[in-house]
């Protein structure tokens, strides 16, 4: 018997069968494709959902190393409501996405996740989805080499950076110069140091901050964070020194602005 006939025999016993014997038959017969609709349906209805309850980031910042925080302060998800109170930023539309999981080991790139991780941020920048970082002192340095932090002076006043003065986080723009300047020989290759080595130049007890004075063109393009009330509250960094800058070209200066208050105020 042909499979076209022995399919025409089936459905002949079961005229007039109870459903539960339908449904057992089509189940046995059409399973595969049963389960291939099924399958295409929840990716449609995924698709769909996320497409009706997603709202567009207008703020991103990312903390690099900061200490490890248990998951039941959800510190993230404060900080994100703060921001939004502090910027006027309507949460039922629109989201502020704080990272606080971000890691890179201090004294250089080693390994792919490391690379993966500078990536994300050389793309992030690139594309106008990054307006804040925060790093260890040590990474926030190497970041600043590679120029990602734009000059406080331009964002916030006087009188507001007066107010973090034994805090501000110094580079000197010559020194970037040359640094930038070597970078563009093709030959050029970022030298690491020891991890233990990059540790303990972060540690509070060995952490020396960049002196101005020392400079010939001294940039201000960060707020050292460890003094400030929300960092110590919620131990973001408490191991070590934390810095936090703008990114250079963000499109929410004074928003971000309002993030650095909040942390170190």
Known sequence: MSVRDDIKAQRAKLKGAPFKKKAAYYLYYYKIQIIVIALIAAVVIGFIHSKVTSK??????????????????????????KVAGAAGIDTSRKSVDIDLTASLTPGGARDQMDFGVLEKIQARTMNKQLDVMAADAWNFNYLAGQAYFTDLRDVMSDKELDKYSDRIYYVDKAEL?????????????????????????????????????????PVPIGIILNDGHFVKKYKIYSKTVGVVGIVQNSANKKTAEALISILAD
């Open 177 to 217: 110069d040359k640094l930038a300047k070597k970078m563009q020989d093709p030959d050029y290759v970022q030298e690491n140091i020891a991890v233990d080595e990059a540790r303990k130049t972060e540690e509070a007890s060995d952490f020396k901050k960049p002196d101005p004075s020392q400079m010939s063109e």
């Open 56 to 81: 567009p980031a207008v703020f991103a910042a990312m903390f690099i190393n900061a200490d490890d925080i248990q998951s039941s302060d959800k510190t993230d998800d404060i900080l994100e409501k």
